[in-house]
């Protein structure tokens, strides 16, 4: 076991380093100086757009050659140092990023488990009825198949402008300003539904039929049909049939949280939800490199360590796993 | 792996946790329709009645407190904090004294303003000479936005008594003078002297605390919200005594600028009073419940012409015959019905805005003007020898090589690259062959500023005191390897250049208009750029909790309706001072 995990650190700091070097180099590539978009949007007369073009350059660390800029990023990396934005300047990328993580949170988690929950049950009982499965798989497939953008326009169209029972922009009332209150808490949730909804429905859709194939495919397996031919009743069988199925959807539940930190981009734009998904859309409109950088790095380490808990808890959780690794050994 | 009894738990759970949502759900929806029907007050929300519902500015975070940052401070931050020494109603060409008294030229290069008595910045300390001295003296950081003035001849600034005296070396640059008077906004020295140069131009001093101003709002919540900022009315303003102005809202909330369907639905549902976003369509809203400037069109104010910017280093659109023959093919009207809705119109063809009217020279116009012609653009080709030799509907270079042109505009501005497509299939009725492109907004810039690019839509500059910006856009020289702000076309005429500083150094209408004139000579014969339409000051109203909104129909109403930065001090604040409650 502990080579195991010494092996899979190892990788993982490979991996690690190399998106991050990654991660650095993306922003650059992309065409369009941030500098002279800020200068450009600032509207300053020529007379002091030189030095402002000369100011910001510095600020942003752009003035040294691309190799320098790079050892300076990762030194900065080492102290927990994000830079500071180009939109926003010269406010930190951190600051930002921690302001619209809770928006993100409080809407990816709790649509990524109870999909993932609901999609699961309900796939793997529509495996097992016939008339389950005949109105859950197209469902399925239409709410997989559906653009969360067209689900969320569609929700916010009827929810929102036609019958008027949801709010659809923002995260909470206009007239508040988040704070421990009961009526932030309520206006929140108000203001939470239409976006979690589209964001559950479509999960939902996909794990469902994930879980209905997965299913059908266990009991095709050969221990299925040699525990039928033994006399198992059909609840063990269909038993072992789940916990075989759950195994592949572990690992996307994982993927799915790894990446929560990525927010919902399409999803919170429609709603105007001031999560990290709107983040990163600015950011990119902006050239805000160090945002970019910044919010891709939080996702790097959440999907490093979404799949590290994955190898650990595959260890845990499938013995074929377990007994592979020591006969390895 | 789970038990039977633990997956018992787990299934529980989940259904548990639907059922949970769902609830709430239901919560959510009697809360809503009991606030649809009395839309009063939550708790701790701001009452209804008495807030005004702003949006169409802010793209950043709140976070900006910095009123130097003219691009980029919280919306209101001028206007409804820091005030400047004038206002300036474009629309009546007419300057209001604000934190000054009265100002004047007293000799042709010094310049006298007297400093209003009795206004007490928020902190309860009296608005002194000392102040405005202080705060025009940081353009003398390299990089201010107003550098310009210290470099272009300011000497010094003196005070003395209630007097703030600026002298200059040279002839001033009036016309750049005369808009700092109503753009630069006046702060407070004794909170501001602690800050460092680099703060002052580009902080964003992000302590509420220290935001002291002598406007009639302060702050109310929302630093560094990506969804809403308040501002709280204070008291003890001193226009109430002075102009009678009392604004009615005791809160302003202005809200971050969304996806365009949201913002619609909330006007049309009443959350938000004032939209200054463009809304395409608003034309079919308009009624007793939704308002705009004008009744019916064009709807919007006129705020900044979108101009067709050719690179005029490139062939063939150097060649001034073609630029005539591309003029006159663009069937401007067609974009003003199909893309706009009439909600904007079709710009005068000296690109001068209709605010300025009073400068464009008509016999100019009648000589030199150009007009939506198709076969006049085609005999302009065919007499400066451009053919088509290869049959494909389309004229060639004069060398004989194909002839594309490539027309950008960001991607995403819906607007335009609906008219920029309109604009290729009119010049290809009269053999032009021009290609829509989008490049996003950050390429854009770049290859605008180092001439990389055919065709560009641009309306950079706008609405002011004076056509001088306007000329000063189109003219301006050094030429330099990036062009950031002005003379994106690269166009280099030293005569037009000459005569557009002689018009920065006028300052009467009768002085002013002889040079517009010669200047629209120049520019009517060469036509270096082609004005196409005019952007509107994008404003609709809702007036069911508001009314009273800007209107071309009352003389007292006939403001700019707009929340957009630097328009607070051109006739905003007015607007805010007018609004009476709607029910």
């Keep these: ?329 | 792996m789970f038990t039977s009894r633990k997956r018992r738990v787990a299934v529980g759970l989940s259904v548990l946790a639907v059922a949970a949502v769902a609830v709430v759900a239901s919560v959510g929806v009697g809360g809503a329709a009991a606030r649809t029907a009395k839309p009063a007050t939550a708790a701790a929300g701001l009452p209804r009645d008495t807030t005004l519902y702003t949006t169409g500015t802010q793209w950043g975070t709140y976070s900006d407190l910095n009123p130097f940052k003219t691009w980029d401070y919280v919306t209101g931050l001028v206007g409804l904090v820091y005030e400047p020494m004038f206002n300036y109603n474009p629309l009546k060409d007419k300057y209001t004294p604000w934190l000054a008294t009265k100002g004047s030229w007293i000799q042709k290069n010094v310049y006298r303003a007297t400093i209003r008595t009795g206004v007490t910045w928020s902190d309860g300390k009296p608005l002194t000479p000392a102040d405005v001295k202080f705060t025009f003296e940081t353009g003398k950081i390299a990089t201010a936005t107003f550098h310009q003035l210290w470099t272009s001849g300011l000497k010094s600034i003196t005070t003395k008594g209630n007097d703030v005296t600026f002298t200059f070396s040279t002839t001033p640059n009036y016309q750049e003078f005369n808009g700092y008077l109503y753009n630069i906004a006046i702060v407070p020295q004794h909170v501001w002297k602690r800050y460092t140069p680099d703060q002052i131009t580009s902080g964003n001093l992000a302590s509420t605390k220290q935001m002291v101003g002598t406007g009639p709002y302060t702050y109310g919540s929302g630093l560094n919200s990506k969804q809403s900022f308040t501002w709280k009315k204070r008291s003890g303003w001193w226009a109430t005594g002075v102009y009678g102005l009392n604004p009615k809202p005791q809160y302003i909330v202005d809200i971050f600028n969304g996806s365009n369907n949201a913002s619609l639905a909330n006007l049309l549902a009443g959350n938000i009073d004032l939209s200054n976003n463009f809304v395409p369509g608003i034309n079919t809203k308009v009624g007793s419940k939704i308002t705009t400037y004008y009744p019916s069109a064009p709807y919007m104010l006129s705020g900044n012409t979108a101009w067709l910017v050719p690179n005029l280093t490139r062939a063939p659109l150097s060649d001034v015959q073609f630029r005539h023959a591309l003029a006159a093919s663009i069937d401007v009207n067609k974009i003003v019905e199909a893309d706009y809705g009439h909600i904007v119109s079709p710009a005068n063809p000296t690109g001068l805005l209709p605010v300025w009217k009073k400068y464009i020279d008509n016999s100019m116009v009648q000589k030199y003007g150009f007009t939506f012609d198709v076969s006049k653009a085609k005999s302009i080709l065919a007499a400066a020898g451009y053919k088509d030799t290869n049959g494909d509907g389309y004229v060639e270079n004069k060398d004989g090589s194909t002839l594309n042109l490539s027309l950008i505009v960001p991607n995403g501005w819906s607007d335009w690259m609906t008219a920029i497509q309109i604009i290729a299939d009119s010049a290809k009725a009269a053999g032009i062959k021009i290609t829509p492109t989008y490049p996003d907004y950050n390429t854009l810039v770049d290859d605008r500023g180092h001439g990389n690019y055919d065709l560009v839509i641009n309306n950079d500059q706008q609405i002011g005191n004076t056509p001088w910006t306007y000329y000063n856009y189109m003219f301006r020289l050094p030429l330099s390897d990036n062009q950031t702000t002005v003379n994106y076309e690269r166009y280099n005429n030293p005569a037009a250049w000459a005569l557009t500083q002689q018009l920065d150094k006028v300052n009467t209408v009768p002085a002013m208009q002889k040079i517009t004139s010669q200047l629209q000579s120049i520019f009517l014969q060469d036509l270096p750029l082609i004005p196409l339409w005019y952007n509107g000051v994008w404003a609709q109203a809702n007036t069911g909790h508001w009314k009273s909104w800007p209107t071309v129909s009352s003389s007292k109403l006939q403001t700019l309706p707009a929340m957009w930065r630097g328009y607070l001090q051109m006739g905003g604040i007015n607007m805010i001072s007018n609004l009476q409650p709607g029910k």
Aim: proline share 5%; aromatic share 14%.
């Design chain 1, 1 to 329: 076991m502990r080579t195991y995990v010494a092996r899979k650190l190892l990788t993982y700091a490979l991996t690690f380093f190399v998106a991050v070097t990654i991660d650095w180099a993306i922003p650059r590539f992309m065409p369009g100086d941030p500098v002279q978009g800020l200068i450009s949007r600032m509207q300053a007369q020529p007379g002091s757009a030189h030095a402002l073009t000369g100011y910001y350059t510095k600020a942003f660390g752009l003035d040294v050659p691309a190799w320098k800029q790079y050892l300076n990023f990762w030194a900065a990396l080492v102290h927990g140092d994000l830079g500071v934005s180009v939109w926003q300047y010269p406010r930190p990328v951190t600051d930002l990023i921690v302001e619209a993580a809770p928006y993100t949170l409080a809407l990816l988690i709790p649509a990524i488990l109870l999909s993932f929950f609901a999609g699961n049950k309900v796939g793997a009982m529509a495996a097992r009825r016939k008339v389950l499965d005949n109105t859950v798989l197209p469902l399925g497939y239409v709410l997989t198949a559906t653009p969360y953008m067209w689900l969320a326009l569609v929700l916010a169209y009827v929810f929102g402008s036609v019958t008027r029972v949801l709010p659809i922009s923002g995260a909470y009332s206009y007239s508040l300003q988040p704070g421990w209150t009961l009526d932030f808490a309520l206006s929140f949730m108000r203001y939470w539904i239409l976006p979690f909804a589209s964001l559950f429905l479509v999960g939902f859709g996909g794990w469902a039929i994930g879980m209905r194939n997965m299913i059908i495919y266990e009991l095709e397996a050969d221990y299925a049909h040699y525990l039928e031919a033994l006399g198992a009743p059909r609840r063990l069988i269909r038993r072992y049939a789940y916990r075989n199925a759950l195994l592949p959807q572990i690992t996307g539940l994982a993927l799915a949280l790894g990446a929560v930190l990525a927010g919902a981009l399409v999803t919170e734009v429609v709603f105007n939800y001031p999560g990290v998904g709107s983040l990163v859309l600015t950011a990119i409109q902006n050239r805000d490199y160090f945002l970019l950088q910044g919010i891709f790095l939080c996702i790097i380490v959440g999907v490093l360590i979404a799949n590290f808990i994955v190898d650990i808890a595959y260890v845990l959780i499938d013995p074929r796993t377990r007994i592979g690794m020591q006969g390895h050994q």
